[in-house]
């Protein structure tokens, strides 16, 4: 099986965030950066298929010079070897340029299955995958939490709202959006971060993949929320806020 | 022209964010002067368009077909774009459910358009109409809008816009038949079904505390049980607590875990993403602790401490305890 996984790299999760200059992207150059987390999930399900029936996994990035490390991780972790299309403004709303890159980029490749993640941590659009499907003419199923391949077809487990699953058959190739906690993340041996460094990662530019086209969405700013809702907050001494706290949910709220 | 409202439904029963998209949609088609389509599909449409008719619109659409009795992604996208295109629809909003997700962003790149998805807010600036979304899971806004030719896509986070702004009326109910065949539809869905029976019963808790990542390592947990203990509270957890096994997926609360609205909710190291606020923002008194003062968790907490959890919970318990 020929599996080829989309994974991005996302500012760290605890990243102190900071508006940049242009309004309109954060202050990136001093943050560290991370797997988007269900990409994460994504690429262990992948490597789990092959251990189940042979093939490949070929990690599949869109970023800056600087995702090279987290590809680097991924083939360390297993992945076979790596696609990154080196671009530093995939800009900020439109999620069909960067998925036409990826679709351009595969068209070589002939995957049998495309994982993703269900959404990324930074931009949040919740449709790169679904999109790449689309442009790549398979079908796809979204929020997937398990892959079961019989053949030529598959049986996948959708999470649906409120506590509910349902199994879907498809046919080979697809594309899968899947979802974070569905196994558990192994991580890379001394081995695995060894081999990593002779596996090849193929630097593609986006003019190579016929360059960016017209974003359909534009980013005009981005800033911090205003806080609408009057939180009483405390802050400074552990002991004090606690005990104001205390004070307000008994005699205030009268919660306690 | 004019703005369509596709909603949803499942065996008759209308989603309640298709309220929400429809009172929406009378916002934008009164400020650019169009008039407002709804439509529904699948399996029990007619029934749940009932719903939506009694709503001030144009028209409310019943899109029928047997390939559409239950839900694929391939019809519902071929259907919904033959609508579109039949009423030449400047603006189409989607609520923003797990199905939209999996099919509207195909439909939009199928007409070579983008899906502004996951949207909170809207504004205007001359003609344009500018979305807001969330980046960064919910501590930074952005503004976002469409360029180039019509249709323009959006869908709708819930509890964004509010269902009770909703003129009411009563439109007329018409069946659309979109051309799909067997052939186009590639997957093939089986029944629902849910995992265990719940052994714990949120819902009936008066005081809930939940633990986020910030907790980091399950050697820590003991802290929150004593907290909990102190408070005569059940324990609950964000999504990643469970993921990891930390504690079981029943205790679980947000968009794919259950929905509470105890007397008091108390989130310890949780930062408050939509997912995990659409399952317990009804509860009465929201605290929050956290040692982020941005975290979206606080937008809405009617009390919060801003501080490190493993010096604040055992300051919390010691006071409680007196
Ligand atoms: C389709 C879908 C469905 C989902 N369903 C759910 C769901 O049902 N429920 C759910 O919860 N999530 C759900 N999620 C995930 C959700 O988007 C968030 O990723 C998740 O809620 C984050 O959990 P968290 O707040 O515990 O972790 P994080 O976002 O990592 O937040 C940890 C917080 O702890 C704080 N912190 C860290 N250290 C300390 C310290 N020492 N003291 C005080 N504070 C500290 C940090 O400031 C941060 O705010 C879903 C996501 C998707 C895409
Ligand atoms: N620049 C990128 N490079 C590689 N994969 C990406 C990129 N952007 C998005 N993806 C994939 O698409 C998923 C959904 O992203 P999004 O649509 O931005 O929420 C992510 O989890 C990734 O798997």
């Known amino acids: ?256 | 022209m004019s703005i369509l409202v596709v909603g949803e439904q499942r065996d008759g029963t209308l989603n309640k964010m298709s309220l929400e998209t429809v009172a929406a949609a009378q916002q934008f088609g009164a400020e650019l002067s169009l008039p407002v389509h709804a439509a529904l599909f699948g399996k029990g449409a007619e029934q749940a368009a009932a719903e939506l008719a009694a709503s001030k619109l144009d028209k409310v659409h019943v899109i029928e077909h047997e390939l559409l009795d239950v839900y694929t992604p391939d019809a519902a996208a071929l259907a919904v774009r033959q609508l579109v295109e039949k009423l030449g629809a400047r603006l189409v909003l989607f609520p923003h459910t797990y199905q939209v997700r999996d099919y509207a962003p195909k439909l939009a790149t199928a007409m070579d358009r983008v899906l502004v998805s996951d949207v909170i807010a809207h504004k205007r600036e001359g003609d344009t109409t500018i979305f807001v979304r969330q980046l960064f899971q919910g501590k930074v806004n952005a503004d976002v809008h469409c360029t180039g030719e019509p249709p323009f896509f959006a869908s709708l986070q819930a509890g964004s816009f509010r269902a009770d702004t909703r003129e009411p009326g009563s439109a007329p109910v018409e069946k659309f038949t979109p051309s799909i065949e067997a052939s186009q539809v590639r997957s093939k869905p089986l029944e629902l079904f849910r995992e265990s029976t719940r052994a714990v019963d949120l819902g009936a808790a008066d005081i809930i505390v939940s633990v986020g990542r910030g907790i980091k390592d399950p050697e820590n947990l003991p802290m929150i049980e004593q907290l909990a203990e102190a408070l005569h509270a059940e324990i609950a957890a964000s999504r990643p607590i469970c993921d990891n096994g930390w504690l079981p997926m029943e205790r679980q609360v947000g968009s794919s875990g259950q929905t509470v609205a105890p007397k008091m909710y108390l989130a310890v190291g949780i930062s408050g993403a939509i997912q995990h606020l659409v399952g317990m923002k009804g509860s009465k008194i929201v605290v929050a602790i956290n040692k982020d003062p941005e975290a979206p968790i606080f937008e809405i907490a009617d009390y919060g401490i801003v501080g490190d959890l493993f010096q604040v919970v055992p300051a919390l318990i010691e006071e409680l305890k007196k």
Request: charged share 25%.
């Open chain 1, 1 to 256: 099986m020929k599996i080829v996984v989309a994974i991005k790299q996302v500012p760290a999760r605890d990243s102190l965030l900071r508006v940049d200059s242009s309004g309109k992207w954060i202050q990136d150059a001093d943050l560290s950066y991370e797997i988007n987390e269900p990409d994460a999930y994504a690429l262990e399900a992948g490597l789990q298929l092959k251990e189940q029936y042979g093939g490949e996994v070929i990690v599949l990035c869109a970023g800056p010079a600087r995702a090279a490390q987290t590809i680097r991780e991924a083939l360390a972790k297993g992945a076979d070897r790596a696609l990154h299309i080196e671009e530093d403004n995939l800009g900020g709303a439109d999620p069909l340029v960067p998925a036409r890159l990826m679709a351009a980029a595969l068209k070589q490749e002939a995957p049998d299955l495309v994982l993703t993640g269900l959404q990324s941590d930074d931009l949040g659009m919740g449709q790169t995958g679904v999109i790449l499907a689309e442009l790549l003419g398979v079908p796809h199923a979204t929020i997937i939490m398990h892959i079961e391949v019989n053949g030529k077809t598959m049986t996948v487990k959708r999470e649906l709202e409120d506590g509910w699953f349902q199994n879907v058959e498809m046919p080979l190739p697809a594309l899968l959006t899947m979802q974070s906690g569905s196994n558990k993340l192994r991580y890379a041996t001394l081995m695995g971060i060894k081999k990593a460094k002779t596996k090849e990662l193929k630097r593609i530019s986006a003019s190579d993949l016929g360059g960016l086209t017209q974003p359909k969405a534009a980013l005009e700013r981005i800033y911090f929320p205003e806080r609408n809702k009057q939180s009483q907050l405390f802050e400074g001494n552990p002991k004090e806020a606690a005990a104001k706290l205390v004070e307000k949910l008994r005699f205030e709220a009268r919660v306690i």
